[in-house]
């Protein structure tokens, strides 16, 4: 099919095969794509709502400030930063990133949306520029503290059909760097208190109604701490404990009096995300991404089963086996157990600690420590031949084959390295064993990005960051290409205009194929997108707007700086919006 063609094509996907159809022309900007609800989940149909809100015609880039979306559908805030929403007047937290609606009655009228926090800047940057504006003054490290971790946010649906924050509802809460947070599993045992919880990038909505948020790039506020005795330093912005972050957190959203727990089985490192898989009776499978240059890719299989309704299913990650990935160049791969008698076998040249003479195993690296070793995920994945990557960010498990999906925002530096595509790409893997519990995997590069070219109608996207998958096992990918490289920053990149969202179908005629369906105003990347269960509304964070030039004042051109959302004071600040047809 030529691109003309594609222009022109009106595009269905229906029942499991996706069978593409082909029919007249209905716009200009592109195919008209849609996806029919197929493959829904047991006992439940797609809903005419559900269905419309599927079909759109593809935008094309855009450097506008502005959220731009496809004909027939429009926007409206839900919270900013700034805004004050709990009981107690708290502020919504700085850059918003995953969120996730969680239904709290079955005419789906109301719903907890949770919210992440992702981090801050400085008092002379675009952080500066909206704390002045929003809460006036200058920031310091206790106002900085706050601004990060997350929010859970009590929402209503107006008879008009938009999404309103809840006035005083209990459940309307912040959780913040300074909240109480405890931990469990092999590390931090003893400590009562591990000094809340910063970095949160991504996470899931578990099958048990809480929610897992992530703590990726904790070096920019605590240390590191890379050591294979357990034993961290305080230190850093924060001046707290390096050890206590770069863990996977659990909340319940549903209670505001529960205590968050940072689950040390499912390993240390700068998480992107996690995605769960389960099934009635089995373990639970947690697929997780190191956001590195030559970070890798984790399983982690929890030791007791999930039983659907059971209250012992929040102590599901506290116990259980945590693996990295060997990807190799054939397209199989493994899963090795980072255990305490697993065998060294360091990738060449990647980082690792000193091992100690005669050392044959982790064990003999760490101690005899799981809890040191998860602690130092990252370099005891090395120190056992783990496959360095470009930068995993999202890992998401597919709706209806349990294949497994992740995005490579960028390519590694690692010798020999399989992953070399500056502009990333989605890659699939194929679990060995019907659980997913197994050793043994097949991989393949399911789509890979850029560079964009107009022939192919926009169907290119770069730098993919975090997937989401609708009931109709279509994925939806947003895109980070560094605000430095937007617009021309880095030539390679200035097709793509704005960061955006994409649609692509994963079956199908047209699988792997990207239509957009959002561009995001100047300077931000979109994260976090998230459903209502009917799938008429998309709720979308809009991430730092305006991060390198701030606000967009005299002598500052558009697509440099922002002005978005376009309150009284121009400066542009996070928000969450939603997303309807109208």
Known sequence: MTADTERRSFLKYLGAGFAGIVAPSAGPLGPIVEARGAMPFAGEQ????????????????TDRDDLMLPQGFRYETVLAYGDR?????????????????????????????????????????????AFAAVVGGVPNVQDMKFDVGGSVVDLYLSSGGNWYVKPNSALNRRITADSLVIADGPALQ?????????????????????????????QDYVPENLVTDGQGTVGG??????????????VDPHDPNSIPVKHTALGRFRHENVSIRSAANAPVIAYMGDDRTNGHVYKFVSAAPYVPGSGANKQLLASGRLFSARFNADGTGQWIEL?????????????????????????AVYGGSQGNIVIDAYRASNLVGATPTGRPEDVEVHPVDNSVYIAFTASATAQNSLFNNIFGELVRIVEGSSDGA????????????????PAQAGHVFAAPDNLSFDKAANMWVVSDISSANLNGGNANYTAFKNNGMFFIPTSGPQAGSAFQ???GPCECELTGPSWTPDETTLFLAIQHPGEVSGRRGPGVVSPRGSNWPYRDHGVPLPAVVQVRRF
């Open 46 to 61: 797609s809903t005419t709502g559900a269905r419309s809100f599927l079909s759109f015609a593809p935008i094309a880039p």
């Open 85 to 129: 929403f709990t009981n107690s007047s708290e502020r919504f937290g700085f850059n918003a990133d995953f969120t996730a609606f969680i239904p709290r009655n079955a005419a789906g009228t109301e719903g907890l949306l949770w919210v992440n926090h992702e981090y801050v800047g400085s008092p002379t940057d675009a952080y500066g520029q």
């Open 190 to 218: 003893g400590v009562s208190n591990v000094g809340g919880t910063l970095g949160n990038c991504s996470g899931c909505h578990t099958p048990w109604d809480t929610v897992l948020t992530c703590e990726e790039n904790y």
């Open 237 to 250: 912005v924060f001046n707290k404990n390096g050890t206590h972050f770069g863990w996977v957190v659990e």
């Open 339 to 363: 255990a305490t008698g697993t065998t060294l076998n360091p990738y060449p040249g990647s980082q690792m600690p000193t091992i100690p003479s005669g050392a044959t195993t982790l064990g």
């Open 438 to 453: 197994g050793a043994a995997f097949t991989w393949q590069r399911w789509r890979a990005g850029g560079p964009n070219d």
């Open 517 to 519: 369906f959002a561009s």
